[in-house]
């Protein structure tokens, strides 16, 4: 009954909200757009926590040993075969790992796999918080 009564609430504010807006446009030929400043507060914590969320995908390991400069070495030699592909260095007790990638999907990452397992060819696919893109 509650949920029934909050819908016809939000349709009775949100008809008259337009009805305002509709009379504001015939008067001025624009949009005007009315709300709570507590709305764009809202809108912009979503945005920032979400930014700062890990994001599940796929990434290619191509080197995993106790050697740190063989480690800086391998990742070397990826990124002057593959300069536009990140390459990450992890340390995890005892080892130093190289993956290498941002995938989504694995998919996108099985295809470049196998790109890469010919310089690599221990390389293989591991799940990793990825990073976004950055957008031009």
């Not at 009315?34 to 700062?52: F, G, P």
């Not at 941002?102 to 397992?117: G, I, M, N, P």
Request: proline share 4%; net charge positive.
């Amino acid at each position: 009954m509650r949920h029934k009564i909050l819908i016809v609430v939000l349709l009775i504010c949100s008809a008259s909200g337009w009805m305002h807006a509709q009379t504001a446009a015939k008067d001025t030929g624009k949009v005007v757009i009315v709300q709570d400043e507590k709305v764009k507060q809202l809108v912009s914590n979503h945005i920032e926590i979400n930014a700062k969320a890990p994001i599940k995908g796929y990434r290619i390991k191509i080197h995993f040993g106790t050697d740190k400069n063989k480690a800086k070495e391998i990742k070397a030699q990826f990124l002057s075969k593959f300069p536009d592909v990140p390459a990450y260095e992890k340390y995890d007790q005892p080892n130093f790992n190289i993956r290498v990638g941002d995938f989504r999907t694995k998919l996108e990452a099985y295809k470049f796999l196998k790109q890469v397992q010919v310089e690599f060819p221990a390389a293989f696919l591991v799940q990793d918080q990825i990073e976004l893109p950055k957008l031009d």
